[in-house]
């Protein structure tokens, strides 16, 4: 069937069934992640357009056609395998805008569960917050709520003053998260003490201000965790997600529960948790020492038994 798209999703004025579904699949997110969605799905239109078919005409080996294109090109198959595409499809399913999604059954690539991200380990995290505390007050405070709250930079820099309190004797700051997730969490005494520096004489406004007064980009951010690693002797390349990642091993090495990593870090999945364990690459906990004090307790009982 030949299609006569004249525009490529997403475009407000559109009124076409399809566009729609498209803005309420997209209403649900916010910011970059809208943003990341929006292109993919302006993406996998242009690929049906060009495959002269609809949105809602496309079936399960066009999508696995499109994934496995994605993949020639270089895309990363967690991007394919948590597509946009086949949430988008739920949606417009549950929405009864078509009978069911044709992504329910696409074959999905194997994916690699061990992150592959840069962190720093006990004693670099350590000095890179010596670093950070004899930086601006500013500094040490985002610097903190990175590397001991766990928030993914976003999360930090959209934080405001009027969000900060105190609940059962704990000083908190309610922050916006992935998918819409509004939660309060706690502060360490140092990062309480580093805020209320940075926050100084104001009473509202972002926590995070940059040099011109204006909310604090990501960049200005990531130039400052470059410096104070620059400052602390670490030649890794690491950046503000960084810092995330370090706090996610620092807590599972701790011994911290999984399942309270999960919920610090805000996983949806605990799968996703599990890949920064993988990655610590720690041997101290490898089964081969406990099996052999295990056996080796059972030979001296067999030892002692034969005295």
């Known amino acids: 069937m030949a299609v006569t798209h004249s525009v490529v999703l997403y475009d407000p004025t559109e009124t076409s069934a399809e566009v729609k579904a ?8 916010s910011g970059r992640t809208r943003e990341a969605y929006t292109l993919d799905l302006r993406q996998f239109y242009g690929w049906c357009a060009n495959h002269a078919l609809g949105l809602f005409e496309v079936k399960r080996t066009h999508i696995e056609l499109y994934a496995r294109e994605l993949e020639e ?11 946009t595409v086949a949430g988008f499809y739920r949606y417009a399913a549950e929405e009864g805008v078509i009978e069911h999604s044709p992504a329910v059954h696409v074959r999905r690539p194997r994916l690699d569960y061990e992150s592959h991200a840069v962190g720093l380990d006990r004693n670099e995290l350590g000095a890179f917050l010596v670093a950070a505390g004899l930086s ?16 993914r930079i976003s999360e930090a820099l959209s934080a405001d003053i ?11 700051l309610v922050v916006h998260r992935k998918g819409g997730k509004t939660v309060t969490i706690p502060l360490a ?12 004489e104001r009473f509202d406004g ?19 965790v470059r410096r104070l690693a620059r400052a602390a002797g670490i030649s890794k390349r690491i950046g503000p997600h960084s810092l995330r990642h370090s706090f996610i091993t620092a807590a599972l090495d701790a011994g911290v529960p999984l399942r309270d990593v999960q919920e610090a870090a805000s996983h949806a999945d605990p799968r996703t948790t599990m890949r920064y364990d993988r ?22 009982g067999d030892t002692a038994g034969c005295r």
């Open 73 to 83: 090109l270089g895309r990363a198959p967690a991007t394919i395998g948590q597509s």
């Open 279 to 300: 990655a610590r690459q720690s041997l101290d906990r490898h089964a081969t020492y406990i099996v052999a004090t295990f056996v080796a307790g059972s030979s001296r």
């Open 162 to 172: 009027d969000r900060l309190g105190l609940e059962r004797g704990h000083r908190t």
């Open 189 to 200: 005494p140092r990062t309480a003490r580093a805020v209320d520096l940075a926050v100084g």
């Open 136 to 151: 601006s007050a500013r500094d040490h405070a985002l610097c903190s709520l990175l590397a001991l709250n766990g928030l």
């Open 206 to 224: 972002p926590i995070f201000l940059g040099h011109n007064g204006e909310r604090m980009t990501r960049d200005a951010a990531a130039r400052v």
């Open 22 to 29: 498209a803005a309420g699949f997209l209403a649900a997110y």
